[in-house]
């Protein structure tokens, strides 16, 4: 069932073959579906040319999307969120992964994909932002990644 | 053997075809649950790690599940982490797996290292169900005081989930929430303010008086934030962490919404931020985005509100189609408040209908439809209908609907409604929503000006539309109605070319129009109310066209007496019976009643639930020549000629015209088509309160009958047509089949009794209208009235009649009058019955307000007066 207020629905990693690499989900979809579901997003976005908006609908979803090389940034949210403060959130998270990986790229995030999340999850809590000073989050993870 | 993950990934990349990586994966987790099952705790966190992008990959885990626990109960450090974000993402709050998880979960939550605690707050926060929030309910309360910040933040965000899932544990938690706001930590800025945004939403005063109070630390920490100066660390393209500003902002407006006082406060920053925030970069617009939605829904100044909306008007010529879209969006929730600010803006709004990409073209159709008014409708219908011409099909049922919705409440002339009509079926008929048809029709049928250009133009369409939807029943109905108008000579002057626009003359065949019309009817293609529309249609040209054609039709009609479909057998039965009686067809076949379209209520979607009410002033013409509408339906049922003015007691059966009783009885029975109202009544009466009833079912010359609700129209074959049975032309409604309108009546009519309440009503210029009411027993809500008319006058008053409105509350039905002459010197007088039926008897009584015509010695008179029914009735 729908929960009021949820600021992100969903978070997405997807390349533009339909492979999903990273995903996390803010609210319960059942697994059968969510490999057509992201493939279906994906093919929007993909049919959409550089020059349109970030933003689509699908489902009763808001999605907000951004290609960064070979990967497509998909956030689903609610209606009353305010989709440009999305898009600032989507690079900050981008920033935080160039900074940990050293020029992050699609591999990176294939092969550290426990780390991918970690970061994720620093910043985002039950479809909540918690963190976004680059500064806090790097600190944290130095030290969360590091002990062994 | 246990591969790393790494290895895993390669082969998995390296399969070519779907099957292949199904073999990897299931060798992979073969080898997994073997290592599972013997307990190799070593390897027990890789495996995990390698479960999480099989299940990513979208393959079933469940095997997992429990090595997730074991892991979290490990003491080591790795192990727990790998263990928590299993658990997140391979369980949701629906296993019972989790209620396991509670005692560690609560074990960790006091666990002395900071991260540790986090990972606890973290997994509880996304996953925790009803019975872990209520547990671990105690510890969060605990964290969120805690001077660690890493572990305030997460805890106010656990403490949401929690709330959530326990709501009764909200006292609580309020108290502290103010101790985050005194926080200097962003993050804990960040998350406090989350929290009472989510408590907002509960919008209890428990919550929300507190609350306001905040507003000045709020607009405190914001008026930081946008004066401060350049802060690196919550820096983003020189705007200081726009994330709390615009939770801030979000915040305020939860806050400010129906509350002045707490909106007096924030005008100054919201000003502030309008103006202080560059709008160069995205992270400007979102700020100024968030700020013009707080604007726009606190109580705010009006200067205030204007300069949001100048934000919106920035907004949507920039070129970024980000911002363009985003101010579509905002402005269509706006529009409601400040309709004229947003017209300034009409055209820019109308060129985004044309852009490339769809999702602006969404916003901009959904502003659109709420700026339509009666000085823009004509343009704006125009772009409309040249985006109804290139849309996707998933915009067109909307599109549509409103499309009519708009032009019939705004309409500047009938002829411009018809046409736009006419090319919304055109274009997309299959779409049109059900009402609209039978609205085109009526608002034909009452506009007689319009019957020659509209059954022109409707040819024209039938000629080129091959879709058989709404447009085909439309123009097939015209057609028969107005056939002679169409085939006649329009040499002439055309009538009806207004406003410079072209009027219509083509010259058709009668040959012409009965081929079309029988291709209608013979085309496979078609639906079957369209059919039986088609067959009614050429029945009706029969009388309007040449005999020899009317001997084609009869033949074309014969041809369906063995239909396998009974609608169509049924038509083709009667008409082809109806040829037989020559002098009556003519008068059956002649033109329909003015129909009145269904109130507007129903054309929304809303079920009406009442009759329509006409007032006074009814477009309906005045029924001057009821008796003989009496009389042709008393021809038309046997009942014998009726000269004189007193229908009710002129009732005689003919034995031999039986069969005609029983024919029409069975027009008049219970029709195929799922109608609710049983018209039984018609049939099964003795005959002598038969024409009683009969005259009662044509209801009253103004008022149309009972429409029990809209659904029947639409299920009727006949498309939904209301037959406002107010007669205005000498003939009757005719006998189509599946009228079922004719037959609404459910109350058994009687006679008032004599001598009861009986008072006067009017009396003015020598005319007294007397009224005499009864009860009905059993039914003390439903009135039945005798209005007397008499005439003192020295000379006799003709075309006398009688119209009646009634407020909300009431519901009434008129039947023809005795006669239309009022004899002079009170020599004679006229009757007429009418019955009330008052839904509020007992609160409220009965209002009449008359309108009554006459002709006497100077010519025509016409006055109006209210009547009030004495008390009681």
Known sequence: E????????????????????????????????????????????????????????????????????????????????????????????????????????????????????????????????VETAKININEALTLLLAEK | MSIRLRDLIKNVRGSKTAAEERAVIQKECAAIRTSFKEEDAENRHRNVAKLLYIHMLGYPTHFGQMECLKLIVAPGYTDKRIGYLGLM??????????????????NDLNHPNQFIVGLALTALGNIGTTGMARDTAPEVEKLLASTNPYIRKKAALAAIRVLRKVPELLDNFVPRIKALLTERN??????????????????????????????????????????????????????????????????????????????????????????????TKNVGNAILYEAVQTIMTIEAEPGLRVMAINILGRFLLNRDNNIRYVALNTLSKVVNADVQ????????????????????????????????????????????????????????????????????KYAPSKRWHVDTILRVMSIAGAFIPDEVPANLVALISSSPELHSYAVQKLYLALTQDSSHGPLTQVAVWCIGEFGDLLVADKTGASEGAKEGDESISITVS???????????????????????????????????????????????????????????????????????????????????????????????????????????????????QSAPVADLLGDLLGMGPTPTPTVPTNVQPKSSSATTLDLLGDLFGPSPTPAPAQPSAATNRPPASMGLDIMDLLGGPAVPTTIPSPSMGINSGMGGMNLGLGATSPHTASPHATSPQMSAQTSTPTSPQPGSNAFTGYNKQGVTIVFEAAKQPGAPQNTVVQATYTNANGFPLSNFSLQAAVPKHLKIQMAPPSGNAVPASNAGKVTQLIRIQNSEHGSKPIILRLKIDYVGQNGPVSDMADVNFPAGL
């Open chain 1, 2 to 129: 729908r929960r009021a207020g949820i600021m992100l629905r969903f978070f997405l990693l997807v390349n533009k073959q339909g492979q999903t690499r990273l995903s996390q989900y803010y609210e319960h979809m059942p697994l059968a579906d969510r490999s057509a579901f992201e493939a279906q997003i994906v093919r929007k976005c993909l049919a959409r040319s550089e020059g349109q908006c970030s933003f689509l609908e699908y489902l009763g979803y808001k999605i907000i999307y951004r290609r960064y090389a070979s990967l497509f940034f998909i956030v689903g949210v609610d209606a009353s969120e305010n989709e440009l403060a999305i898009l600032e959130f989507v690079h900050a998270y981008v920033e935080t992964l160039d900074a940990n990986f050293e020029n992050v790229c699609e591999l990176d995030i294939m092969f550290n994909l426990d780390k991918a999340h970690f970061i994720l999850d620093e910043m985002v809590m039950n479809g909540h932002l």
């Open chain 2, 186 to 279: 962003h993050g804990v800025l960040l998350t406090g303010v989350t929290l009472m945004v989510e408590l907002t939403q509960a919008a209890t005063d428990a919550v929300l008086d507190p609350f306001r109070k905040l507003v000045p630390s709020l607009v405190r920490i914001l008026k930081n934030l946008v004066l401060s100066g350049y802060a690196p660390e919550h820096d983003v393209s020189g705007v200081t962490d726009p994330f709390l500003q615009v939770k801030i902002l979000r915040l305020l407006r939860m806050l400010g919404k129906g509350d002045s006082e707490a909106s007096d406060q924030m005008n100054d920053i919201l000003a502030q931020v309008a103006t202080n925030t560059e709008s």
């Open chain 2, 341 to 408: 600010a947003v017209q300034r803006h009409r055209n820019t709004i109308v060129d985004c209908l044309k852009d490339p990409d769809v999702s602006i073209r969404r916003r901009a159709l959904d502003l659109i439809y709420s700026l339509v008014n009666e000085s823009n409708i004509r343009i704006l219908v125009r772009e409309l209908l040249n985006f109804l011409l290139i849309s996707d099909v998933q915009f067109r049922p909307e599109l549509v609907a409103k499309l009519c919705i708009v032009t019939e």
């Open chain 2, 89 to 106: 993402l391979l369980l949701d709050e629906n296993q019972e797996v989790l209620m396991l998880v509670t005692n560690s979960l609560k």
């Open chain 2, 510 to 624: 009668e040959g012409d129009v009965v081929d079309l019309v029988e291709q209608v009817v013979r085309d496979p293609l078609s639906t079957v109310p369209v059919r039986q529309y088609a067959l009614t249609s050429l029945m009706k040209l029969t009388t309007r066209f040449s005999p020899s054609l009317a001997q084609r039709i009869k033949a074309t009609i014969e041809t369906y007496r063995s239909n396998l479909n009974v609608e169509l057998q049924q038509r083709s039965v009667e008409y082809s019976n109806l040829f037989r009686w020559e002098a009556v067809r003519t008068q059956v076949l002649d033109r329909m009643p003015v129909l009145e379209p269904p109130s507007r209520s129903e054309v929304d979607g809303a079920p009406a639930g009442e009759p329509v009410r006409t007032p006074a002033a009814a477009p309906v013409p005045v029924h001057t």
